[in-house]
T-cell receptor, first 114, second 114 residues
Framework: GAVVSQHPSWVICKSGTSVKIECRSL??????MFWYRQFPKQSLMLMAT?????????EQGVEKDKFLINHASLTLSTLTVTSAHPEDSSFYIC??????????FGSGTRLTVV | GESVGLHLPTLSVQEGDNSIINCAYS??????FIWYKQESGKGPQFIID?????DKRQGKRVTVLLNKTVKHLSLQIAATQPGDSAVYFC?????????????FGQGTILTVHP
């Protein structure tokens, strides 16, 4: 149980275009979903926290207009990287939680902007 | 801001040896800690967790030790196997207003030689 599916696993896009990444909890309802960003050989950095039906809470320094997060249901959250640039190339990972201190991570999405 | 850090960025061991990975944290309000294993190109995989009211917890081949006095966390892997080679992260949940959010340490690369 507690499976989180993240799609796509990798994507290449042209500079200036937008990319949407989906995060789905397959067998549970996620009260909260988190989005992380990870550069090569570095740790995971929290970008934002999203709760179903409400606006996402972004961490300091994360541009909310660039990284649009939608949490339309208890099983789906999406991250859209708008007007992507090469510096946005990174590994994006989502995490979902059912309640206190129970986290399940997706398999990640490798974004390459060319 | 407060952060979780690691003493050693890399660790190389021989197959069959025991491995110890260390983590220092600075947020005294943290009350829940998790160790994750991350293989290349994948999301973090839960290994073991511990709450602040405990100082030791054991799993299959793994043990987590928590020393709140010096804000130190360690992961011990017994009889390390080549399949244990990965990056290991500690993560903390500070609770309170940060409820649900995890702060990750910098990571330790574990390499197991056959």
């Amino acid at each position: 149980g507690a499976v989180v599916s993240q799609h796509p696993s990798w994507v290449i896009c042209k500079s200036g275009t937008s990319v949407k990444i989906e995060c789905r909890s397959l067998d549970f309802q996620a009260t909260t979903m988190f989005w992380y960003r990870q550069f090569p050989k570095q740790s995971l950095m929290l970008m934002a926290t999203s709760n179903e039906g409400s606006k996402a809470t972004y961490e300091q320094g994360v541009e909310k207009d660039k990284f649009l997060i939608n949490h339309a249901s208890l099983t789906l959250s999406t991250l859209t990287v708008t007007s992507a640039h090469p510096e946005d190339s990174s590994f994006y990972i989502c995490s979902a939680t059912r309640g206190p201190n129970g986290y399940t991570f997706g398999s990640g999405t490798r974004l390459t902007v060319v | 801001g407060e952060s979780v850090g690691l003493h050693l960025p890399t660790l190389s061991v021989q197959e069959g040896d025991n491995s110890i990975i260390n983590c220092a944290y600075s947020n005294s309000a943290s009350d829940y800690f998790i160790w994750y294993k991350q293989e290349s190109g994948k999301g973090p995989q839960f290994i073991i967790d511990i709450r602040s009211n405990m100082d030791k917890r054991q799993g299959k081949r793994v043990t987590v030790l928590l020393n709140k006095t010096v804000k130190h966390l360690s992961l011990q892997i017994a009889a390390t196997q080549p399949g244990d080679s990965a990056v290991y992260f500690c993560a903390e949940n500070a609770g309170g207003t940060s409820y649900g959010k995890l702060t990750f340490g910098q990571g330790t690369i574990l390499t197991v030689h056959p």
